[in-house]
């Protein structure tokens, strides 16, 4: 089964920085990874996901940095905001056919004013 | 706007009784559908993986007696919690892929029992 390992466990960051959370895989088999967002007491969010076939994805704020050979992907949160503060989950295909996912440990991040 | 729902959003039920959480995905068919459980400030485990015509899948170590899942249509799961117990209270959440891995997940159920 695919293991996904998330770092860092929280994050305090100030309003205006780069809010970044590191995610590590394990099976180089698949081609499908997302980062969820979730805020207390809601379901996770699908905030933006990357396919193998390339390097860098950006929406808006979010980007994802995704590093085949080292078998880890990043989200990269620029000119975070208050707003943005939730817990992020990173995610992997588990394997074994079908859509089933791993999901990280989640990182929770706080934006200070 | 939300693609899929679940219902209710929260329930509280005495120990013994059962409690039934539906999942519908809102403008898209799914004839899988998935099943987490989340602590507070833990990540989602997997329970099952509910699928439309056929039986559920359960992850190693869930207890199927347990967690009732039927997939009664391509647009509706639902997990029943029989015989609940405190140690059930938890916060269920559904997911369905809408194209290829892409899955949305559901707003959650906060199960409280008593």
């Given amino acids: ?113 | 706007g939300a693609v899929v729902s679940q219902h209710p959003s929260w329930v509280i039920c005495k120990s013994g009784t059962s409690v039934k959480i539906e999942c519908r995905s809102l403008d898209f068919q799914a004839t899988t559908m998935f099943w987490y459980r989340q602590f507070p400030k833990q990540s989602l485990m997997l329970m099952a993986t509910s699928n439309e015509g056929s039986k559920a899948t359960y992850e190693q170590g869930v207890e199927k007696d347990k967690f009732l899942i039927n997939h009664a249509s391509l647009t509706l799961s639902t997990l029943t919690v029989t015989s609940a117990h405190p140690e059930d209270s938890s916060f269920y959440i559904c997911s369905a892929p809408r194209v290829y891995n892409e899955q949305f997940f559901g707003p959650g159920t906060r199960l409280t029992v008593l």
Wanted: hydrophobic fraction near 35%.
């Fill in chain 1, 1 to 113: 089964q695919q293991q996904v390992k998330q770092s860092p466990q929280s994050l305090i960051v100030q309003k205006g920085g780069i809010s970044i959370i590191n995610c590590a895989y394990e099976n180089t088999a698949f081609d499908y990874f997302p980062w969820y967002q979730q805020f207390p007491g809601k379901g996770p969010a699908l905030l933006i996901a990357i396919r193998p076939d390339v390097s860098e994805k950006k929406e808006g704020r979010f980007t994802i940095s995704f590093n085949k050979s080292a078998k880890q992907f990043s989200l990269h949160i620029m000119d975070s905001q208050p707003g943005d503060s939730a817990t992020y989950f990173c995610a992997a295909p588990q394997g074994g056919g079908g859509n089933k996912l791993t999901f990280g440990t989640g990182t929770q991040l706080k934006v200070e004013l």
